[in-house]
Nanobody, 129 residues
Framework: QVQLVESGGGLVQVGGSLRLSCAAS????????MGWFRQAPGKEREFVAA????????NYADSVKGRFTISRSNVQNTVYLQMNSLKPEDTDVYYC??????????????????????WGQGTQVTVST
């Protein structure tokens, strides 16, 4: 059974940094892609970043490019989201997700939340002014 557990959220001031972690278990994730999504109350869950576990290839939403970095640790089976230069509009619940990696479709579908099969419970990030 796949389990994804996020941690690292919290309260931070504008311009500050946070690192989110997603501990993955229950499967060998080398053939998976991992994503981070975020959601505010009353809004749709939106794509933030994704990484293909095996190759390490990354993709980002335009709103976080240059500020956020997604990475993974093969030893710890953990995916990270380093968030720098945080803005008030980054305030959301952040979710980790996993999907089997499909080399043909991945490049055009990595940002689609419905293509991810497994989700964590979410961690709150609040950026204060």
């Amino acid at each position: 059974q796949v389990q994804l557990v996020e941690s690292g959220g919290g309260l931070v001031q504008v311009g500050g940094s946070l690192r989110l972690s997603c501990a993955a278990s229950g499967r060998t994730f080398s053939s998976y892609a991992m994503g981070w999504f975020r959601q505010a109350p009353g809004k749709e869950r939106e794509f933030v970043a994704a990484i293909a576990w095996s190759s390490g290839r990354t993709n980002y939403a335009d709103s976080v490019k240059g500020r956020f970095t997604i990475s993974r640790s093969n030893v710890q089976n953990t995916v990270y989201l380093q968030m720098n230069s945080l803005k008030p509009e980054d305030t959301d619940v952040y979710y980790c997700a996993a999907r089997p990696f499909d080399n043909i479709r991945y490049s055009t579908t990595y940002y689609l939340r419905y293509t991810y099969d497994f989700w964590g419970q979410g961690t709150q990030v609040t950026v204060s002014t």
